[in-house]
């Protein structure tokens, strides 16, 4: 047969495409052509894929004309993981292979010269993406060594793992041959045990028993949340810190969440069901924080998804990279558009965010005078606009403790008391409403914030004094639901409406 047809996958954004890589080989001028939209890096296979065949001592087709079309022709190909099914399509349509019996498989994998497979991006993303066939399971995924673990994680996904093209090809040879057995080919099935987090604890963090407390609130209903306070008061201390505050994730989630590490190159089993951390410098750019590029990549906000994204010195930031965090906040999701592509990563995260109060930090503080102009205070806090600060929950003042004050101070309470509250507060709302409290929307905030009269009266004077917005007022309604979730209280009461209240008013923009 001088055809043959091979299944792979392309990765546009978080969704992996099928491909059919079709080999077609005929008489004429010896040539080798591969079309079908892809990049260099893909076209570049022609050399690789040739010097493979040959150095494992197969028939590398030299005399003859050889087409490769990647189809669907219109959808971008990157990458080298099309370097596998290309040198399998070739040994199949020069006969060298079983065609009928790679029809039901999947490939992906970059070859070296030697014929050795080297891992590729996004094989999760692969795995998650293989549809059921009819009446039948979903088809087997043969990938190398170092991605099929990452691709095995998927339940009822069949994966196999090679080392070498021999080793695939041995399992494709033509006729009822039995294939020979191979160290390098083999099911992989991972169960693999979560990881054990080790978390700094919160009781190093002397003092800031406030914002300790709204740490816990935030963990609880998983609020953003934005620490404003002098150098040196603690603000980073207690960031790096609330990662121990939040419950284990669920299988679910720690599937989405290394499906976004394979594809920006991060995932490891040793974190396999840790809740990630990105802690970004203040010089990243837009694209850096939200994704971007040819072809779109996940930014910091998507490899924070189901985690924490800190981000210190915030007003340091620049303003595009800052405005660009505003819908992702609020929708759990980042969609990037280009002229010829378009993808969606989703970008549920908590943010954490860390400031000093003016230019110099010592605004309001009782150890050291502030040095700024009140012009130079209201332009830099400022940077944050108003909008931003609205999608933010907690506003919390980090105020700085005098030496004896530290000397002498207790030991604070342990992370994993606050965490024992947390998972209790966390538990309440799951059984009420299905979610966290921070995901309730519309009708449901409604239903699950309703407050007594006392309460709302409390809560519309708040608000008028204040100025707030709708969104305002519907955040804080949430945060004081999380606060009556920690307290035991089946509703909102008139207390947690207070302490919900005193959350936003650090700065004049909130």
């Given at each position: 047969?001088?055809l043959?047809l091979v299944?792979s996958?392309?990765?546009?954004?978080l969704?992996?495409?099928?491909?059919?890589?079709?080999?077609?080989?005929?008489n004429?001028?010896?040539?080798?052509?591969?079309?079908?939209?892809?990049?260099?890096?893909?076209?570049e296979?022609r050399?690789r894929?040739?010097?493979a065949?040959?150095?494992s001592?197969?028939?590398?087709?030299?005399n003859?004309?050889?087409?490769?079309?990647?189809?669907?022709?219109?959808?971008p190909?990157?990458?080298?993981?099309?370097?596998?099914?290309?040198?399998?399509?070739?040994?199949?349509?020069?006969?060298?292979?079983?065609?009928?019996?790679?029809?039901?498989?999947?490939?992906a994998g970059?070859?070296?010269?030697g014929?050795?497979?080297r891992?590729?991006?996004g094989?999760l993303?692969?795995s998650l993406?293989?549809?059921?066939?009819?009446?039948?399971?979903?088809?087997?995924?043969?990938?190398?060594?170092?991605?099929a673990?990452?691709?095995?994680?998927?339940?009822?996904?069949?994966?196999y793992r090679a080392r070498h093209?021999?080793d695939v090809v041995?399992?494709?040879?033509?006729g009822?041959?039995?294939?020979?057995?191979?160290?390098?080919w083999q099911?992989?099935?991972s169960?693999?045990l979560?990881?054990?987090?080790?978390?700094?604890?919160?009781?190093?963090?002397?003092?800031?028993?406030?914002?300790?407390?709204?740490?816990?609130?935030?963990a609880a209903?998983?609020h953003?949340?934005?620490l404003?306070?002098a150098?040196?008061?603690?603000?980073s201390?207690?960031?790096?810190r609330?990662?121990?505050?939040?419950?284990?994730?669920?299988?679910?989630?720690a599937?989405?969440?290394a499906?976004i590490?394979s594809?920006g190159?991060?995932?490891?089993?040793?974190?396999?069901?840790?809740?990630?951390t990105?802690?970004p410098?203040?010089?990243?750019?837009?694209?850096a924080?939200?994704?971007?590029?040819?072809?779109?990549?996940?930014?910091?906000?998507?490899?924070?998804?189901?985690?924490?994204?800190f981000?210190?010195?915030?007003p340091?930031?620049?303003?595009?990279a800052?405005?660009?965090?505003r819908e992702?906040?609020e929708?759990g999701s980042?969609?990037?558009?280009?002229?010829?592509?378009r993808?969606?990563f989703?970008a549920?995260?908590?943010?954490?965010a860390?400031m000093?109060?003016c230019?110099?930090g010592?605004?309001?503080?009782?150890?050291?005078?502030?040095?700024?102009?009140p012009?130079?205070?209201?332009?830099y806090?400022?940077?944050?606009s108003?909008?931003?600060l609205?999608?933010i929950?907690?506003?919390?003042e980090?105020?700085?403790?005098?030496?004896?004050?530290?000397?002498n101070?207790?030991?604070?309470?342990s992370t994993?008391s606050i965490r024992?509250?947390?998972?209790?507060?966390?538990?309440?709302?799951l059984a009420r409403q299905?979610?966290?409290n921070?995901?309730?929307?519309g009708?449901?905030?409604?239903?699950?914030?309703?407050?007594?009269?006392?309460?709302?009266?409390f809560?519309?004077?708040?608000a008028?004094?204040?100025g707030?917005?709708?969104?305002?007022?519907?955040?804080?309604?949430?945060?004081?639901?999380t606060?009556?979730?920690?307290?035991?209280?089946d509703?909102?009461?008139?207390g947690?409406v207070?302490?919900?209240?005193?959350?936003?008013?650090?700065?004049?923009?909130a």
């Amino acid at each position: 047969m001088s055809l043959s047809l091979v299944h792979s996958r392309t990765l546009l954004g978080l969704q992996a495409r099928p491909v059919t890589v079709e080999v077609h080989l005929a008489n004429g001028l010896p040539s080798f052509t591969l079309v079908g939209l892809a990049e260099t890096e893909v076209k570049e296979a022609r050399e690789r894929v040739r010097s493979a065949i040959q150095n494992s001592g197969l028939e590398f087709p030299g005399n003859k004309r050889i087409t490769v079309n990647l189809a669907p022709a219109d959808l971008p190909k990157d990458s080298g993981r099309f370097d596998l099914p290309i040198a399998l399509g070739i040994l199949a349509a020069s006969g060298q292979l079983d065609a009928a019996k790679l029809a039901g498989y999947e490939f992906a994998g970059e070859l070296s010269l030697g014929g050795d497979l080297r891992p590729v991006r996004g094989a999760l993303a692969m795995s998650l993406a293989l549809p059921e066939s009819a009446g039948g399971p979903k088809p087997p995924l043969v990938l190398p060594e170092g991605s099929a673990q990452e691709a095995a994680l998927v339940p009822d996904v069949r994966v196999y793992r090679a080392r070498h093209l021999l080793d695939v090809v041995q399992q494709f040879l033509p006729g009822d041959a039995v294939p020979e057995p191979s160290e390098g080919w083999q099911r992989v099935v991972s169960d693999p045990l979560p990881a054990q987090a080790h978390y700094p604890d919160l009781a190093d963090v002397k003092g800031q028993a406030a914002a300790k407390r709204a740490l816990e609130i935030a963990a609880a209903g998983g609020h953003s949340i934005l620490l404003m306070g002098a150098p040196g008061s603690g603000k980073s201390m207690l960031a790096q810190r609330f990662a121990g505050l939040l419950p284990a994730m669920s299988t679910q989630e720690a599937l989405e969440s290394a499906a976004i590490a394979s594809l920006g190159g991060r995932f490891s089993l040793d974190r396999w069901q840790l809740r990630p951390t990105c802690s970004p410098h203040h010089t990243a750019s837009a694209v850096a924080l939200v994704g971007g590029g040819t072809p779109p990549r996940p930014g910091e906000i998507s490899l924070a998804h189901c985690g924490v994204l800190f981000l210190d010195e915030l007003p340091e930031f620049p303003r595009a990279a800052l405005e660009a965090l505003r819908e992702p906040l609020e929708s759990g999701s980042i969609t990037i558009s280009r002229a010829a592509q378009r993808a969606e990563f989703p970008a549920r995260f908590q943010l954490i965010a860390a400031m000093n109060p003016c230019p110099c930090g010592y605004l309001g503080s009782s150890l050291r005078a502030c040095r700024c102009s009140p012009e130079q205070v209201s332009r830099y806090q400022g940077k944050l606009s108003g909008p931003l600060l609205d999608r933010i929950d907690l506003h919390v003042e980090v105020g700085t403790l005098a030496a004896h004050e530290l000397v002498n101070a207790l030991p604070g309470e342990s992370t994993v008391s606050i965490r024992a509250r947390v998972l209790l507060a966390r538990e309440r709302a799951l059984a009420r409403q299905g979610s966290a409290n921070q995901a309730l929307e519309g009708q449901a905030i409604d239903a699950q914030c309703a407050l007594p009269v006392e309460a709302a009266k409390f809560l519309n004077l708040a608000a008028t004094r204040l100025g707030w917005s709708g969104r305002s007022i519907h955040r804080c309604l949430k945060v004081a639901r999380t606060i009556a979730d920690l307290a035991g209280a089946d509703s909102v009461l008139v207390g947690h409406v207070a302490e919900a209240v005193q959350y936003r008013r650090a700065l004049k923009g909130a």
